[in-house]
T-cell receptor
Framework: GAGVSQSPRYKVAKRGQDVALRCDPI?????LFWYQQALGQGPEFLTY????????KSGLPSDRFFAERPEGSVSTLKIQRTQQEDSAVYLC???????????FGQGTRLTVV | AQTVTQSQPEMSVQEAETVTLSCTYD???????LFWYKQPPSRQMILVIR??????QNATENRFSVNFQKAAKSFSLKISDSQLGDAAMYFC??????????????FGTGTLLAVQP
């Protein structure tokens, strides 16, 4: 596609519910990043993929967060048993290589009620 | 650990005037990149300008330019001839320069820029 596509744009989840957020990177982009942006804050790194390999998951806040990119293209960020503090915008970014410009999607705004 | 600090939560500028957004950072590395991103209400991060640490010359992109002071670890963004479309949240960001396993971006907390007609 022309850009990084994320779905859904908005998600409301009841506390305790599981959610799955999808990221379609730019075709051919090797690197894929997930960031979490709390209200009024800058994005914070969650995890990084190089093709299908998850090389860095140091930013995942708890074991309730899980990300995958099984075929090296589309990625899914899954949050189990959502809690109110998980409410944030989740941004996905992709780049051709690790050293080239990262392009961002429009994010998914998750609200946990 | 690297940190990025933006001390101006909000700024305002008159249309056609010039405004400077401040950013400081802390790192022990010598090879890195610095970026300014714009985030409009649509939430999509848009790259405004980037600076390689090894370059002494300040980067410029049309109306946008930076003042990169490596010794002071300062990286400010100047917007000239401000336009209504410049109104957005602006984030300063840092990234390691070498091709390590993760070239994640480290962001500041942002500056909300308002442009007055």
């Amino acid at each position: 596609g022309a850009g990084v596509s994320q779905s859904p744009r908005y998600k409301v989840a009841k506390r305790g519910q599981d959610v799955a957020l999808r990221c379609d990177p730019i075709s051919g982009h090797v690197s894929l990043f997930w960031y979490q942006q709390a209200l009024g804050q800058g994005p914070e790194f969650l995890t990084y993929f190089q093709n299908e390999a998850q090389l860095d998951k140091s930013g995942l806040p708890s074991d309730r967060f899980f990300a995958e990119r099984p075929e090296g293209s589309v990625s899914t960020l899954k949050i189990q048993r959502t809690q109110q503090e998980d409410s944030a915008v989740y941004l996905c970014a992709s780049s051709y290589t690790t050293d080239t410009e990262a392009f961002f999607g429009q994010g998914t705004r998750l609200t946990v009620v | 650990a690297q940190t990025v600090t933006q001390s101006q939560p909000e700024m305002s500028v008159q249309e056609a005037e010039t405004v400077t957004l401040s950013c400081t950072y802390d790192t022990s590395e010598s090879d890195y990149y610095l970026f300014w991103y714009k985030q409009p209400p649509s939430r999509q991060m848009i790259l405004v300008i980037r600076q390689e640490a090894y370059k002494q010359q300040n980067a410029t992109e049309n109306r946008f330019s930076v003042n990169f002071q490596k010794a002071a670890k300062s990286f400010s963004l100047k917007i000239s001839d401000s336009q209504l479309g410049d109104a957005a949240m602006y984030f300063c960001a840092y990234r390691r320069g070498y091709g390590g396993a993760t070239n994640k971006l480290i962001f500041g907390t942002g500056t909300l820029l308002a442009v007055q007609p």
